[in-house]
């Protein structure tokens, strides 16, 4: 079974692997009816449940109150914490994602592509529901809505796993959800949650092939790798992010300071955030200083090479926490107030470097070398590129999709923030006039 650190440990529970079975099957059969429903049936359920959530604020709000107090009980860090904060108002901001998911064009019938054959068979291929989903993600609250908007306007079913620490707070949600599901003619098994077995649930989510059709993981990168590893059912991998911000020497350093900023403490444990500034050698001199005092002010700690370690040290920056990068450090999604700092000779080390490390989620160039500019963005192989730009825009709510499944670190079957398009397939279709093949 796989607990939130990402751990695997004892034997499948049959007993519950059989009610999880039970639970997916259900699923699959509402996912059936809603597979029939209409854009316009859609969009007035994903509204009603808009209104719901606000209606029901507040006691998913309590709820929360008690998971963040436990929380904190058990020791829990401060970048976690921030993921698990479920208050009033993002309660209120998770329902204004459920009414721009409805304004959203419903991709299902869509059809991608088409062509007529000499014979005058015309084939047409068109989008379609993956089925039924299983999500497993931590101290996460806001993906249980994000997640059960996404999976209604698609047309897909979806099994949660949330875990522990959000525990009471889903659990709140999904009564709501509930709620709008029946009284708008809909199964409640469409978006239904494991929780209650524990971390069994997610074991037997990932021994469900043939009933969960993909599963999605969302969380640290023990917890990814873990299901990645363990699953026989399919997995888009998703999530975590070792997130790159390479200085060039053309650089406009006052456009830059800000920037890194933002990407680094804006929100420290997100998957989106900073956690490495890779600065060429041309500049470094000059850039560091101003760099390493901007994220000293705002409490961020240094772990920097040799060659930037005595760069910072030698400005006298007060009260800077600097300490030497180890190898490890290179490989470490931090979630938190800290970041690695290294110096190249070249932006392709710079490029080498990242693709050596990088978990293939969101990198960024500041630069003003537009040869430079077009070279990092060619050759970096990560799901996002930003040119300019904080790594903080890569969310597949900013990128005007409502919300998202998840952000897809893979190049298969979906990369990048994951909307409404990736959560369905496609299926051919051809219409004939009685052709037969010779």
């Known amino acids: 079974m796989v607990d939130e650190g990402g751990r695997n440990g004892s034997t499948l529970d049959l007993q519950v692997f059989d009610e999880v079975c039970k639970m997916a099957d259900a699923a699959g059969r509402a996912q059936g009816e809603l597979a029939r429903a209409d854009a316009e ?52 901001a998770a329902a204004e994602g459920v009414r721009h998911v409805a304004t959203l064009a419903d991709p299902v019938g869509e059809v991608v592509r088409g062509s007529t054959l000499p014979n005058g068979l015309r084939l047409q291929q068109v989008r379609v529901p993956i089925g039924v989903f299983g999500m497993i993600y931590e101290a996460r609250p806001n993906v ?22 959000a525990q009471r707070t889903n659990a709140a949600t999904l009564r709501v959800v509930a709620s709008v599901l029946r009284a708008n003619g809909f199964d409640p098994a469409l978006i239904a949650s494991v929780d209650r077995f524990g971390r069994m649930g997610a074991t037997a989510m990932m021994e469900a092939r043939g009933h969960v059709d993909v599963l999605v993981p969302r969380g640290g990168a023990g917890l990814i790798q873990a299901v990645v590893r363990n699953s026989k059912v399919p997995v888009i991998e998703t999530g975590a992010g070792n997130v790159h911000i390479y200085v060039d020497a053309s650089a406009d350093f006052a456009r830059a300071i800000p920037v890194i900023l933002n990407a680094k403490t804006q929100r420290v444990g997100v998957c989106n955030a900073a956690e490495k500034l890779i600065v060429h050698r041309d500049v470094a001199r000059d850039f560091l ?63 080498a470097h990242i693709n050596a490390h990088s978990t293939g989620h969101t990198e960024c160039i500041l630069a003003e070398d537009y040869s430079a500019i077009e070279r990092f963005t060619r050759l970096i192989d990560s799901a ?17 999709f409502g919300a998202e499944l998840g952000i897809s670190t893979q190049k298969l079957h979906a990369r990048g923030p994951m909307g409404l398009a990736e959560m369905t397939t496609t299926k051919w279709v051809g219409y004939g006039t009685g052709q037969v093949r010779k």
């Open 384 to 400: 996002v590129v930003m040119v300019n730009a904080s790594s903080r825009f890569t969310d597949g709510g900013v990128f005007g």
């Open 41 to 92: 049936r859609k969009n007035a359920l994903l509204l009603a449940l808009a209104d719901a959530l606000e209606e029901g604020r507040a006691g998913i709000a309590e709820a929360n109150a008690e998971d963040m107090s436990a929380a904190r009980g058990e020791g829990m860090d401060a970048g976690k914490l921030d993921r698990l904060l479920f208050d009033g108002d993002r309660v209120s």
């Open 144 to 165: 249980t809505v994000d997640v059960a908007s996404l999976c209604l306007k698609s047309g897909n079913a979806v099994l949660l796993r949330g875990g522990h620490a």
């Open 289 to 351: 200083p101003l760099a390493a005092r901007a994220l000293a002010d705002a409490g961020v700690e240094l772990r920097a090479d040799e060659t930037a370690y005595g760069i910072i040290a030698g400005a006298g920056i007060d009260g800077i926490s600097l300490e030497h990068a180890t190898d490890e450090d290179w490989d470490t999604e931090y979630l938190a107030l800290r970041m690695g700092i290294r110096v190249v000779d070249s932006l392709d080390a710079a490029i």
